[in-house]
């Protein structure tokens, strides 16, 4: 097996990514402006300490690193004790082949020091570089590597992790992208420090997958090929985030200690997944409302009799949960809505507003007592003019549908047409009021042109779509023409920002 040579590359690749704290490597002419500006004679870099040095060599790849020691004597020996590796190609990637002659004397000629960082990229591979892979991460593991990261950039055609679970009492933090996982290499139970994992745009084929030390985990734009679902056990998880998933949404098990979870289904770039209602692709309803099933509800309904997320994400103080219409698993998990005692600030898209009874954001609502916060992300078509609107409730008249503690709805959106003006309509109907600080974002001529329809009522606006309004500024710009729209909504304690695009 062996890449493509036109491979593609990566928007996550771990090469450019702070969160994952390998050293990004100086490349080229960037490596060498590392010693510009000095005056002939004066070698002031070299002055330094050697720690300092051999923490500096580490931004380098390792074919830069080694290359200092023709600089001068003091020089000649540092490459061989930096507490970083940047095994990848001159330009950042490259084939394992053309790196392979180069690494295999670098890690015979090296002191036998402990590692901080280590990052193995490359581009292109066959298959008998696997072996070569494997052993250099068995090396950084042996070196006590603390941070390390995989990058294959190819991710169409991704690398197979094989060999032994990793096992060390030093690693605290992994990142893998563009490889293919199976269940040896994913047993993690022999690395006691790991707190924080990253896998992007990779293939997971275990059917679980434990985590027992972790507090971070990431998850970006991976896929499954199994029939079934991966379950994952993170019981001491803070922070999670499920970004993109091809093939079954993965099962997760009880996470008490989280805080923060981030959850993105169906609406990432080329996702596919095996959760979208087919019914609904054809006819914009789920399976059900018309007595029908396709197979993947069906699969879905017989799955389990409990959430597949949202059961275990109970305990957070901050969410974002954000789906594709056609997606089956949040609808699916509301039938066993867990109560969110700690929820405090909560992000939902349009997913979660369906009319005409909005039933999905009522629910959530109703099983989130302490929120404080709620954030609407709409999108709708037309042209985009950012409109941010930040309303609170009316102490006097309050719903039961509102959290005892909300303090702020916050709906975002590009275009204030009929899909957004049925959302502003329900929330009327949970006693919420909508005003506008125009002194703040108009002049005082711009604001005596906006009072001409200022009568026009908010419920006349909201059951028109807003085309009453707009009939009558006509001949304004499209900025102005959706100032007019929202002057219309002066109703009570609301906010309303508005923004050009």
């Given at each position: ?16 990514d ?53 600089l ?28 392979r ?51 294959h950039?190819?991710?169409n ?60 985990l ?10 079934h ?82 059961g275990a ?23 066993w ?36 916060k ?23 008249e ?19 047409d ?8 329900f ?16 002049c ?39 100032y ?18």
């Open positions: 097996m062996s890449s493509t040579d036109d491979s593609s590359s990566s928007e996550d690749s771990y090469s450019s702070s969160e994952i704290a390998v050293n990004t490597p100086a490349t080229g002419a960037d490596a060498r402006r590392m010693f510009d500006g000095m005056p002939p004679g004066v070698d002031r870099i070299g002055a330094l300490p050697d720690g300092v040095l051999h923490y500096l060599l580490s931004f380098l790849p390792a074919q830069e690193a080694v290359r200092t020691c023709v001068a004597q003091r020089w000649r020996h540092l490459w061989k004790s930096t507490t970083g590796l940047c095994i990848v190609g001159a330009s950042g990637a490259g084939s394992v082949r053309d790196l002659k180069f690494v295999d004397h670098l890690l015979i000629l090296r002191e036998r020091t402990d590692l901080d960082t280590v990052h193995i990229g490359f581009s292109k591979f066959r298959e008998e570089d696997v072996p070569f892979v494997n052993l250099w991460i068995r090396f950084a593991v042996q070196s006590k590597v603390g941070v390390l990261a995989v990058t950039t190819n991710v055609q991704p690398f197979h992790l094989d060999g032994p679970p990793l096992a060390s009492r030093y690693l605290t933090t992994l990142g893998l992208h563009g490889v293919l996982l199976n269940r040896p290499f994913l047993d993690f139970s022999s690395c006691p420090a790991l707190e924080y994992l990253k896998i992007s745009s990779c293939v997971i084929n275990v059917s679980k997958i434990g985590f027992q030390s972790l507090r971070r990431k998850i970006f734009r991976c896929r499954s090929f199994l029939d679902r991966i379950r994952v056990s993170a019981p001491c998880l803070i922070s999670l985030k499920l970004d993109g998933f091809s093939g079954r949404t993965p099962l997760l098990e009880r996470m008490p200690l989280l805080e923060t979870a981030f959850l993105n289904l169906g609406t990432t770039l080329h996702d596919t997944s095996d959760d979208m209602c087919l019914h609904y692709s054809r006819s914009g309803v789920f399976c059900g409302a018309n007595d029908v099933s396709c197979a993947n509800c069906l699969y879905n309904d017989g799955s389990t009799n409990s959430s597949l997320l949202l994400i109970y305990n957070a103080e901050h969410l974002e949960l954000i789906s594709s219409s056609g997606m089956i698993i949040f609808t699916r998990d509301l039938k809505c867990p109560t969110f005692n700690n929820l405090r600030n909560l992000l939902l898209n349009d997913y979660w507003c369906v009319g005409p009874d909005f039933s999905a954001l009522t629910c959530i609502l109703k099983h989130s007592p302490v929120l404080e709620l954030t609407l992300q709409l999108v709708s078509e037309g042209i985009r003019t950012n409109v941010e609107m930040k309303g609170s409730y009316s102490s006097t309050r719903s039961t549908v509102i959290p005892q503690h909300l303090k702020i709805v916050h709906v975002k959106c590009y275009v204030v009929e899909k957004v003006a049925k959302v502003l309509k929330l009327c109907t949970l006693n919420l009021r909508l005003k506008i600080p125009w002194d703040s974002v108009l005082k001529a711009e604001q005596d042109l906006l009072m001409v329809a200022s009568s026009t009522t908010f419920s006349r606006l909201l059951d028109t779509g807003g085309s009453a309004v707009l009939k009558k500024v006509e001949g304004f710009s499209m900025m102005q023409r959706c007019h729209i929202l002057r219309s909504f002066v109703y009570g304690p609301w906010v309303c920002y508005v923004s050009s695009a």
